[in-house]
């Protein structure tokens, strides 16, 4: 059984668009996360969220926008596609509930976004 | 925030033991140290978390000495499976704002 998994897997669409990135995790956690790994691969936090309620928001821009129906899911919605929001894009869950490095994270498997 | 810095990539062979060390001189006293693994094309795992001296699982151990500035990765024995990349993360239990993977250490493990 997948822990935390992400639908879709690759996502190409064309610049200005809008798009949805789905995650759900069956892992029984409070806290889930959004991170984007760009082209030099670094991995950096966009959101977090603790049973439905944000507690970490970077500085992202305000076309990102997280929504989490239930504590199990945290989906990612990206209006007016830019060429460089094209990265893998990681969902996240932790058990513990501060948002800190400490917690242990489980990841899921990336999405690879593509913004022609 | 700690700062932390890693080689950018190392090579091994099969059958070695392999030691990644991490800086990360301006470390806090309440900063834990934490390791994740991320294979191509995959999300990071975590691997270990320590706060001093030694710290070992099935996986890996972590060996952080007195003055905290530096913590090494031991993998024992790696396999080409090991190949991937290697991540140091220095932050307190309960702060938020410093969840940033820097670019960690590529393991290239060699037959």
């Known amino acids: 059984d997948t822990a935390v998994s992400q639908t879709p897997k690759y996502l190409v669409t064309q610049m200005g668009n809008d798009k949805s990135i789905k995650c759900e995790q069956n892992?029984?956690?409070?806290?889930m996360y959004w991170y984007k790994q760009d082209s030099k691969k670094f991995l950096k936090i966009m959101f977090s969220?603790?049973?439905?309620?944000?507690?970490i928001n970077e500085t992202v821009p305000n076309r990102f926008s997280p929504k989490s129906p239930d504590k199990a899911h945290l989906n990612l919605h990206i209006n007016s596609l830019e060429l460089g929001d094209s990265a893998v894009y990681f969902c996240?869950?932790?058990?513990?509930?501060?948002?800190?490095?400490?917690?242990?994270?489980?990841f899921g498997p990336g999405t690879r976004l593509t913004v022609l | 925030l700690a700062k932390t810095t890693q080689p950018i990539s190392m090579d091994s062979y099969e059958g070695q033991e392999v030691n990644i060390t991490c800086s990360h001189n301006?470390?806090?006293?309440?900063?834990?140290i934490t390791w994740y693994q991320q294979f191509p094309s995959q999300g990071p795992r975590f691997i270990i978390q320590g706060y001093k001296t030694k710290v070992t699982n099935e996986v890996a151990s972590l060996f952080i000495p007195a003055d905290r500035k530096s913590s090494t990765l031991s993998l024992p024995r790696v396999s080409l499976s090991d190949t991937a990349v290697y991540y140091c993360l220095v932050g307190e239990f309960g702060s938020q704002g410093n969840l940033i993977f820097g670019k960690g250490t590529k393991l290239s493990v060699k037959p």
């Open positions: 301006n470390i806090a006293t309440n900063d834990y």
């Open positions: 892992l029984g956690h409070d806290t």
């Open positions: 969220y603790n049973n439905k309620e944000l507690i």
């Open positions: 996240a869950s932790s058990r513990q509930t501060s948002g800190s490095v400490t917690d242990t994270q489980y």
